[in-house]
Every structure is written in C-alpha cells, then in structure tokens.
C-alpha cells in the first residue's frame, strides 16, 4: 500500500489517498481545536493517542457487529481505512446533559436523559454545525429516509455497546459525535471515536477525562485521554 496525495486536511485529522482507490489513510495530528476552530493548539502525544483509541474503539465496535470503515493501524498516528462518501451530517447520542444541548435548551449539566436523545447537525463549518432535522435532511438531500434510520439505529447500536464498555471502566458515556458514509451501497460507521468527540466522566468523581479540558482549559488533556485508554485496556507503549 503507497500512501498518495493529500485529499483533505480537517482540524484534526488528514486524509491521504492510497494506490488503492477504495482506500485512505487516515492520518491523526496533534492539532487540537474547539469552538469552530477559534481555540487551536497542538497537543503532544494526542495524534497517537487518538489513533491507537480509535483503533481500540472500532475493533470493539466490529466485534459487535457494527461495520466501520476501519482495517489497521499503520503506525503511531496512522490508520488505514476504507474510502467513504460521506454523509454530510453529524449524529450525536447523548445519555447525559452537557455541552450545547445546556445552552440551547437552559437545561443544567448532568442530567440523565431517558431515553438518551439524538440530534442532527449539519457539517458545515462556515455555519458553525448548525442543528437540523430530518425533515432537512431529505429536504436538502443530505441523506435519504432509509439512510437516516440506518444512521439512527447503528448511532444507539454503538451506545449499547460502548456505555458498557466504558461502565466497566468506571466512566460514563455522557455523549458523542457519530460520522456515517456510504461504502458499496451500505452506511457504515466513518471517521473516529476518541475522546475529542465525545464526553467521558468518571463515575464516581465526574471528573471530565475528553476535550472538554481543552475547551475549559483544565489542563492535562492528553493525560485524561490517556487514563481513559489505560482504563479500557488500550496499548500506547
Ligand atoms: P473536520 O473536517 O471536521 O475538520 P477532521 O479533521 O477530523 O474533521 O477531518 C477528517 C475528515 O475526513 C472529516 O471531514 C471526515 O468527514 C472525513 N472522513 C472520515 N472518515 C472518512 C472516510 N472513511 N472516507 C472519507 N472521508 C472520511
Ligand atoms: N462533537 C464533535 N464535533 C463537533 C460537534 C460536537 O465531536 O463538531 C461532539 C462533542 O465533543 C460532544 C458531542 O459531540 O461529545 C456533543 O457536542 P455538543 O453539541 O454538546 O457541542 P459542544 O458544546 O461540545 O461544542
């Protein structure tokens, strides 16, 4: 496999094309940034870090069936994966209130939500992510209805498998960001799932162990990120 060239640069990852067509790297920098890429820094370690959690998340996430666009890690902060359209929506679960759900809707931090919820958002970045429905969604022909359930139902998939896994860690699965696309004709999970896109607290404490220590400037960001890993049983060496 030769990587090739770079096909798109984001805020925290780039994507290079392969001499496969049906496949990219996926390359995890240590760029960090929050609040629509007004707050940037480069974090140490966090490229490797996010990679190798990734890798961690999605084997456990295949291992129960869901199909991600994962195949393997290639080195510290580089992973191979399958070439993807991408649905143009983020889907977030929340289990317990935080974030901009508090600020939209004047609710406070740390309820639990039963059920969990689910909500849409445009990826758009000069728009700042704005929420939508999916009335939108097949309005603008982001997705269509049938890719919307899948979305829906592979999104509570994952939260089935992972608020477990992280329980058995001690953490709680407050909330996280879910990217699909479409691969021979099926939606299957893209993109990433490590601390920096979702929120992860400690049961007992509440301590946020995910990038809101960076957004909040709490400090030792990579640190909890690396705790989370530890906990789970992911190998940094
Ligand atoms: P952003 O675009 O929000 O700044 P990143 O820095 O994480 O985000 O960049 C990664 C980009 O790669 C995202 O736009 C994401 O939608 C896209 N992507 C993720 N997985 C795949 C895939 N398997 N195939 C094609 N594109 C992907
Ligand atoms: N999230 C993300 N990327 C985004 C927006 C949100 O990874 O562009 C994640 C975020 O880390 C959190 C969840 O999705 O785990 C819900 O985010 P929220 O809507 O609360 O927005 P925030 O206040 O985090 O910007």
Redesign the pocket.
């Known amino acids: 496999m030769e990587k090739k060239d770079e096909l798109y640069k984001g805020k925290a990852k780039s994507v290079y094309a392969t001499d496969d067509a049906k496949r990219l790297v996926m390359l995890f920098r240590n760029d960090t940034s929050?609040?629509d890429g007004k707050k940037k820094e480069a974090l140490d370690r966090k490229g490797m870090v996010n990679n190798k959690f990734n890798a961690f998340i999605m084997e456990k996430l295949e291992a129960a069936g869901i199909e991600t666009h994962f195949e393997k890690l290639l080195n510290d902060q580089e992973s191979l994966v399958k070439r993807l359209t991408m649905l143009p929506v983020?889907c977030?679960v929340?289990n317990i209130s935080?974030?901009?759900?508090?600020?939209r809707l004047g609710v406070q931090e740390g309820l639990d939500l039963n059920p969990p919820t689910f909500?849409f958002?445009l990826?758009n970045d000069d728009l700042g992510?704005p929420?939508i429905n999916e009335f939108h969604i097949q309005s603008f022909g982001w997705a269509t209805p049938e890719q919307v359930e899948i979305m829906k139902a592979l999104a509570f998939k994952v939260n089935g498998v992972l608020k477990a896994l992280f329980d058995a860690a001690g953490l709680l699965l407050?909330?996280?960001?879910l990217e699909f696309g479409v691969y021979e004709g099926r939606v299957i999970l893209g993109d990433e799932f490590t601390p920096?896109?979702?929120?992860l607290w400690d049961k007992e404490t509440r301590k946020k162990l995910?990038?809101?220590r960076f957004?909040q400037g709490l400090g030792g960001v990579v640190e909890a990120y690396e705790e989370v890993g530890h906990r789970l049983g992911v190998k940094f060496d």
């Open positions: 929050a609040f983020e977030v929340r935080a974030g901009s759900i508090c600020r909500e958002f990826k992510d929420m407050v909330d996280y960001k920096d896109g979702c929120r995910d990038k809101d957004r």
